[in-house]
Every structure is written in C-alpha cells, then in structure tokens.
C-alpha cells in the first residue's frame, strides 16, 4: 500500500561517485582557507559578511550532497526551508527591538 | 548489482509492523531524522538570537574576546569535521552498495575524527579555563596584546556563549560519536544490506549536521576580527 | 452500522494483554493514550488545588490565609502545571495519540517506540518538577523573569525549569510523531482534502511543538546554567540583558498558547459537524486558518513585552501582528457557526461543551484583542484583566474542548457510554461556574487590581468573593465527570463502533478498537464530512 505522497525516492537508486564525495570534501577545504584568510585582511563592515557567506556556501554543500538533500523528495526540502525560514524571524524580529531602542532619544 | 535472498530476510526482519513496506519505512524514518534536525536548528538558534543580539550591541567586546581564541585550534577542528563528514558519507555509500567492511573502517575513521576533534577542544578549553576565561566570580580578562579590555563585562558574556555554543555542540558531538559506534557494532552483526541501510543513513544526517554547526560556530566566535586596538 | 454487540468480550487493545508490564513497556498508541489520560489528569487535579489555595486566599482583602512568599509559589505552581503539563499535552497526548492513527486508517503512529519514550519524558519532567515544587516550591512565576528567576529568587528554580525542559522533549516528540504519521501513514484515498480537520489542527500544533519547544529549552538551560554559575546572559548587573530571556521565553511561549488551543479547535469541528449533521462549512478555510494561527503566532510574541523597556517601534510591529493573527481564529468560529446554520442539531453534551467553547473562546479571544492594542494594554497589563483573558481562552476555551473530546471519543477509547445526564449536569456546572469565576476578573482588572498580590484593596473584595464562589462551583464540575467516568468503566452502557453516527475512520472499527486498529486497511472514498450520505438515524444510545 503506497502512501499518497506526490514524490517518488528510493534511495537505492541514487548512489552518488565517490568522486564527487571528494570533489565536495576538497572545496569544503579549500573555503575554510578562504575564510580563515578573508578574516586576516580588514574588510571593515563586509568581514562579517563574507564570513557568512562563505559559511552558507560550505553549509550548503554539506546539506545538499553530503546530506543528499538535492536527491531528496519535496518535503525534505521544504523541511530545510521552514527551519532557514523560522530562524529568520527569531532573528529579525528580536532585532527590531534592539536595533531601535536607542532610535528615540528624548523622553517617552 | 543483485540483491541476494540474506539481503531480502534482513530487510524483511527490520520492517516495523506498522508499516506496509520497507520503503514506506526508509521514507518515514528519514523524514524524522530530518525533522528532529528542524528542532535541534531552532535549539541551537536560541543561543545563535543571545549571541547575535549581544555582537550587535557590543561589537569591540566581542573582538577582544575573539582574538584570545587559539586560531589555529579552530581550523584544524573546521577541517577535521569537514573530513568526518567526507569519511561519513562514504560510510554511508558503502552501506548502500554492501560493502560491509569497507563501512565498518570508514566509520571508525569517522570516529576517531570526532575524537581528534573533541581532544583539540579539550585542549582548548584547558587553556582558556587556565587564563580564567570562564564567566562567574572568577572571570578575569586580559587582551591579546595586553591593553586595558574595552569592555570587560560584555567580553565576559562572549565567553558565556562561546562555553556555551561550543559546549552543547560538543556534547551533540559526543552523542554522535556514541551513534556511529552503535552502528558499527550493529554493522559487524551484519544488521544492513542495500535493501536495509536506514539507520546508517540517519545517523549520517545527524553527524553532517553536528558539522554544519560548526561550520557557523567557527567564523562567529574565532574570526570576529584580527584588527587590534580598533 | 447498526452490528449486534456481542456479549462475549471481543478481542480488543484493553484485554489483549494484561499486566503492569504490558502497559508500561506498551508501543500501541491507544494503551499510550490511556496513560497519559491518567497522569494529565493527576497533574490537572494538583494544578487546581494550588487554584483552591490562591481562591481560598483571595477571599479577604488581607493576606491572611498565606504570607506573600508562599502566595508566589502557590500562583508560580499553579501556572507551570497548568501550562507545561496539563494544557499543552492534553488534547494532543490523550486524544491525539489515541484517535490519530484512527482517523488516518494507519495501525500505529509512525514511530510507536517513540510515543512511549515520549509518555517517560513526560513522566521524568512531572516528577522533576513535583519534586522541586514539593521540596520548597518556585516563585518566580511561570514565566521565570530574570534576573529575579537567575540571582535573586530563594526558591527551586533550577529543579522546576529542568521538570520543564525535560518535558518540553516529550512535546517535541509527540509533534514530530505527528507530523510524521499524518504526512507518510494516510490510508489510500486519503488525500489532504479529506482529512478530518482534528488532523489539520493538530498538524499545525505539531508544527509549533517541532519549532518553538527548542527555543524554550535552550532558554531555560540558560536560566539553570546562569543559576548555578553566576554567568551574566540575562543579568543587567553584570552586563546581560533581561529582556533577551522575555524574547527568548515568549517566542514560545506565545506560540505555545496556540499548541494549546489549535487540538481544542479540531475537536471543537469534529464534535460541531457530527452533531450538526452536516459537513464542514468552508474546510479548506479552516484547514488553511490552522496553518495560518501556527505560523502568524510565531510573529507576535513581544505583545507580552509591551511594557517591559522595549523599542516602541518593534511595540508597533508587535501590535499590529497580533491583530493580523486573531483572523484566522475568528475565521473558525464563522465556520462553525455556518456549519451549524440549517443543521440538525443534537444536544448531547460534546455539543454543549462545544457551544461553551464557541462563545467562551470568543470572549476570550477579544479580550485579546483589547490587550495587542498598545495604549490599552499599557492601562491593563499586568492586571486581572490578562488573568481573565487568559483563562477565558484557557479554560472556558481549552478545557471545555478537552471535555468535549472526552466524551466525544469515551465510547471509543472504552467501549462504555458515560451517563448522560449526569454529564450535562456537569457541562451546565462548569459553564455557570466557569463564568462565575472569571467575569469579574475582567471588572477587576479594568479597575486596577493587579495580579500576583495576595492582599488587595478592600473594594475589591466584593468581586474577589464572586470568582471565588464560581470557583467551587467549577471545581464540583469538574469533579463530577471524574466520578462518572470511573464509574462508566465498569457501570455504563456498552457502545457501539459508532454511537454518534459521525463520519470518520475511527468510527468504523469497534468500540474499543482492537489493537491493530482494523482488520483490513480501509480505503477512502468520500470526501471529509460525508454526512449528507450517512444514514439519518438517531442516535439511541447514552440517555
């Protein structure tokens, strides 16, 4: 009796080359040298920022290859999403406090 | 790459009751691995909100405390997990295409890479509880090159999430490490064959994920800035 | 479905197997269900007498009965059982557990070992919090403000907030099991739009359990870790924040309310389309508005904040959020209410229950509209008028939906009908009682009363007298269902596999089930809600 789920996934069908284990592994490096060398130049506001960005990059390999997650059926993905989705409110909207509290400077 | 009539029992003795099929089985309890990971995000968000809120407010804090962290210490772990996840992954691979001992060595480097790991932070922590960088009564702080700390009250609350971040993903990482042993013991019984490799893969899920922590945790707390004095 | 009864005992989940070892090493969902029935039970009667002690106290305008400091542990007590273990696992834990895999036509939950490692949390957490209530209480409230709750406070903050991360584990698990079984276990043929919408609220609760549980437990493993080793994180004195804990704690603690009441609301649609006789008015509506009270709750937690220091500007966001999220509550009780226009109306007690939950839950919800506005709430914050407000959505609204249920799936769960006009005695106790209780609260705090004193004004005491009587009044309503229920164990009628005539897959297997549910996997071929081709007969059983 198969479920009424709109995605088909046997993994069995889906054994990826080892070479592209290493292909990710080797990148994964490689950035880790990159972030450890963008933090030694002084990039003002954008250290933070390229740090990030290299660290989604990283995350993403290992959450789509390592993780298999681009092989994987709709819901797993929208599964990723709503966790990126809800850290992202948790983030933002706790900083709409802290980012205007000092906004208003005269007495309320 | 034929399945034999073992591989079939095997399988056949692991399907649940509940379940029609095997596959019904692999898809549901990998889409439960995936949601226990949704909680353990929002678990370690808590404490990603506490440290982004305080980086906000007190940025010059926070580079102090940043740059009395071992740099070295921290790269060489962010490639030592990068590299479990690589030899994980290849475990898994090999679960799924019946090489048994193959699995069975892969995953024991994978341990032992998680080990390195948690010995290198050992070391870490030793020497930072030797300077007195731990919050309480007792914290006391000096900079990198040992000019007046800017603001040491909120450099104390970094140390606070670093022990504190760095503390529970260690703890995840010892968990882990228990998971792949439970695998590989199970593994030499001969318990997984192509047809029947879920739980290999799940605890595959939950060590790359323990790595994708580190991956933020790494640039967040050692990499903050090298700028002195600024 | 009108099958003789047999006389000889059919083989069923309850006589299966007996013995104190089948019940605790159990992995069926149903016999889980049982259990739980019992501790939540056990944890609502210890809840409610710490109720009895601040009513019996607040009958005077003196603090005679307690002094302040046991008073702040008698309302911390009564808010963390009532929240953390009673209100957030009821409908899902009993209910949930048992009728679930029913109403999907699966033989169990997608990770029965799970469920039962799940009841153990739940049962470690109770006990650890007990315990430190027992061993010298908590007065924090059960909200457990810093830097009060971290340095200042003598009492066992530690032991109760572990009690409660540890269950909060047992929470996120039975929400993954949730949302596991109903996207991967449906029977064939049930599609999402057939769903039963106790599914749909129930998935959305399961969802927020999965997403805000993490953040509580970390917050509070912050709050123990401060404790214990004088860290700052949320000390103003020593450089932290006290209004991060607020954030940390009510991003889901808000949503929480929602894992409360969203089980209540799919009870309240199956128990209003059974004895309505109709199908659901604008399903889709009500299935899309549980999704949306899930996500749109996780987007206004700082309204319990509004006076606590923060920005007026994230205030202005907050506000105007939490208006946008009483919609799709309001969304629901149209539908009800069009699902009960031109229906056949039965008044069996579900039912009354039911209409006490759709007028109460109104009122309630309001009210809360009154406090998401910012000038109003700055007048009744931290008054009676938020412990009316709540307890209006709580009990009036929750309660009576877990009561509702009850009944409602009693001939299932036990294959006995309770006596039913003992039970609408009951139901008219509570409702009276209910009101009794808690309307004047809503005066009260209009007036200024504050909460969490245990003395006041004296001219307040007129009304504090009023909530007090209702009280007992409440308490002899919630007794009695107690004693009826036990008795109908052994004394009430036997049921049929369907003594409402309802529409769904748990009611087309015996009464109680058997334990693998059903001896051939049904196969869905109506639409939800089929009853204008369910046989019109009335129901007979259960006066």
Redo the contacts between chains.
């Keep these: 009796m198969a479920n009424p789920s709109n995605e088909h996934f046997s993994p069995e069908s889906h054994i990826l080359p080892v070479s592209l284990y290493f292909a990710i592994w080797a990148t994964l490096m490689v950035c880790t040298g990159l972030t450890v060398f963008a933090a030694s130049v002084d990039l003002g506001i954008f250290n933070i920022v390229v740090a990030l960005l290299i660290a989604t990059l990283k995350g993403t390999l290992v959450v789509l290859f390592f993780m298999h997650l681009k092989y994987s059926t709709k819901l797993t993905m929208v599964t990723v999403i709503a966790a990126l989705f809800w850290l992202f409110i948790m983030f933002s909207l706790t900083l709409t406090d802290y980012m205007t509290r000092h906004w208003v400077t005269s007495g309320l | 790459m034929a399945t034999s009539d073992v591989d079939i029992q095997i399988a056949e003795r692991a399907l649940q009751h509940h379940f029609a099929d095997m596959e019904q089985q692999q898809e549901t309890s990998t889409f439960g691995m995936w949601m226990f990971l949704l909680t353990e995000i929002m678990f370690f968000g808590g404490l990603f909100t506490a440290y982004l809120v305080y980086r906000a407010s007190y940025y010059q804090a926070f580079v102090e405390g940043s740059q009395k962290m071992e740099l070295w210490a921290g790269a060489t772990n962010t490639a030592v997990l990068i590299c479990s996840s690589l030899t994980m992954a290849l475990g898994v691979r090999a679960a799924q295409t019946g090489r048994k001992k193959l699995m069975i060595v892969l995953l024991l480097i994978t341990i032992l890479f998680g080990l390195g790991f948690l010995g290198i932070k050992g070391v870490e922590y030793h020497e930072h509880w030797e300077n007195h960088e731990f919050p309480g009564p007792n914290f006391h702080f000096e900079t990198i090159d040992k000019k007046p700390p800017v603001d040491p009250q909120h450099t104390e609350i970094y140390f606070s999430l670093y022990w504190a971040m760095t503390g529970l993903h260690a703890l995840h990482m010892i968990i882990g490490v228990g998971l792949v042993s439970w695998i590989i013991i199970a593994g030499l019984m001969s318990a997984y064959t192509p047809s029947y490799y879920t739980p290999v893969e799940i605890v595959g899920l939950y060590w790359h994920f323990v790595d994708l922590v580190w991956i933020y945790l790494f640039p967040l707390l050692y990499l903050i800035s090298k700028k002195h004095g600024g | 479905m009108a099958t003789a009864v047999q006389t000889v005992e059919r083989e069923n989940y309850l006589n299966s197997n007996y013995g104190i070892k089948s019940w605790l090493l159990t992995t069926d969902h149903k016999r889980i269900a049982m259990l739980y029935l019992v501790s939540i039970t056990a944890m609502f009667w210890i809840g409610g007498f710490f109720a009895m002690m601040i009513r019996l106290e607040l009958l005077t305008p003196a603090g005679d009965l307690v002094t302040s400091d046991t008073y702040n542990k008698l309302f911390t007590m009564h808010g963390i059982i009532m929240v953390f273990f009673f209100l957030i696992p009821s409908v899902p834990a009993v209910i949930g557990n048992f009728v679930i895999p029913l109403m999907v036509g699966?033989?169990?939950?997608?990770?029965?070992r799970?469920n039962l490692l799940s009841w153990y949390i739940y049962m470690l957490g109770a006990i650890t919090a007990l315990t430190a209530m027992v061993t010298g209480g908590v007065d924090t409230g059960w909200t457990f403000y810093t830097p009060f709750s971290t340095t200042y406070s003598n009492t066992h903050v530690i032991g109760a907030a572990i009690g409660i991360f540890i269950a909060g584990f047992s929470s996120?698990l039975t929400g993954?099991n949730f949302?596991?079984t109903i996207?991967?276990?449906?029977?064939?043929?049930?599609?999402w739009r057939r769903l039963p919408l106790f599914c749909w609220s129930n998935y959305a609760a399961a969802l927020i359990m999965?997403?805000?549980?993490?953040?509580i437990?970390?917050?509070l493993l912050?709050v123990a870790?401060e404790r214990a080793?004088?860290?700052?994180?949320f000390n103003p004195q020593?450089?932290?924040?006290p209004?991060?804990f607020q954030?940390?704690f009510w991003?889901y603690s808000h949503p929480a309310v929602y894992i409360m009441i969203l089980p209540g609301m799919g009870v309240i649609s199956e128990v209003v389309t059974c004895f309505s006789r109709k199908r659901a008015f604008g399903y889709e509506f009500v299935a899309l508005a549980s999704i949306a009270i899930a996500v749109l709750g996780?987007?206004v937690?700082?309204h319990h904040m509004f006076v606590a220091g923060?920005?007026?500007?994230?205030a202005l966001?907050?506000s105007l959020l939490s208006y946008l999220v009483a919609i799709p509550s309001a969304v629901k009780v149209f539908n009800w209410t069009a699902t009960m226009y031109k229906g056949s109306i039965s008044y069996n007690t579900p039912m009354l229950y039911a209409f006490g939950f759709i007028g109460l839950f109104t009122v309630g919800g309001l009210t809360g509209i009154f406090l998401a506005s910012l000038g109003l709430d700055v007048h009744v914050h931290d008054t009676y008028f938020v412990v009316a407000h709540f307890h209006y959505v709580m009990v009036g609204g929750m309660v009576m939906a877990y009561m509702a249920g009850l009944h409602f799936w009693w001939p299932k769960m036990t294959g006995r009908m309770y006596p039913e006009a003992w039970a609408k005695l009951s139901a008219l106790l509570v409702f009276v009682g209910f009101n009794t209780t808690f309307f004047p609260q809503f005066i009260l705090g209009y007036m200024g009363a504050p909460r969490r004193y245990h003395a006041y004004p004296p001219e307040f005491q007129v009304l504090n007298v009023l909530s007090t009587a209702g009280a007992s009044i409440l308490a002899v309503g919630y007794v009695l269902p107690m004693i009826y229920f036990l008795w109908s164990l052994r004394y009430g009628e036997q049921a049929p596999p369907n003594p409402w005539n309802a529409v769904g897959l748990e009611w087309m297997t015996a009464s109680p089930p058997p334990t693998h549910n059903f001896d051939e996997?049904p196969v869905v071929t109506w639409e939800a809600y089929d009853y204008e081709h369910q046989p019109q007969e009335e129901i007979t059983v259960g006066h």
């Design positions: 699966a033989k169990d939950l997608a990770f029965p799970v996120i993954l949302i596991v996207h991967r276990m449906r029977a064939p043929g049930l599609t999965v997403l805000g549980t993490p953040v437990a970390i917050t912050l870790l080793f004088n860290i700052g994180v020593l450089g932290g924040d209004l991060l954030h940390l991003f996780f987007v937690w700082a923060i920005s007026v500007y994230a966001v907050f996997t």
